[in-house]
């Protein structure tokens, strides 16, 4: 049995869904660590949840900004949703997407290359 044997089975998932693992910029092991036993759909949960929490950051700064576009104010996390299923995993804006993309374009691309996906 080699190590990628090993890794799937241990994560529970297929082969071919470990290359969702590669591109991520974000500590796998450290996700690994703080999840009790892990999964790659949890792994990838917690990788989507930082990229969220990045969004978030920068959206929470702008929102303290006194000269803030009224479209702005009114975006949220609830805005933001994904769904899980190993290799065909993705994340997306549920809405207001045009809204993110105009004042937060840096900030999505940085969001999307430490994650490893991109918004769809």
Excluded: H
Excluded at 16 to 43: A, Q
Excluded at 53 to 67: I, P, S, W, Y
């Amino acid at each position: 049995m080699n190590n990628e044997q090993i890794l799937v089975k241990f994560l529970n998932c297929g082969f071919l869904d470990l290359k969702v693992l590669e591109d991520t910029k974000f500590d796998v092991m450290e996700i690994i660590s703080e999840i009790e036993r892990p999964t790659l759909n949890d792994i990838i949960c917690a990788i989507f949840q930082k990229g969220i929490d990045l969004l978030l950051n920068a959206l929470m700064e702008k929102q303290r900004d006194f000269d803030c576009p009224d479209e702005i104010k009114y975006l949220s996390g609830e805005d933001i949703d994904f769904d899980i299923n190993f290799v065909a995993s993705r994340i997306y804006f549920l809405n207001n997407s045009d809204i993110w993309n105009k004042f937060f374009r840096a900030e999505i691309e940085d969001a999307e290359e430490k994650m490893g996906f991109c918004f769809g």
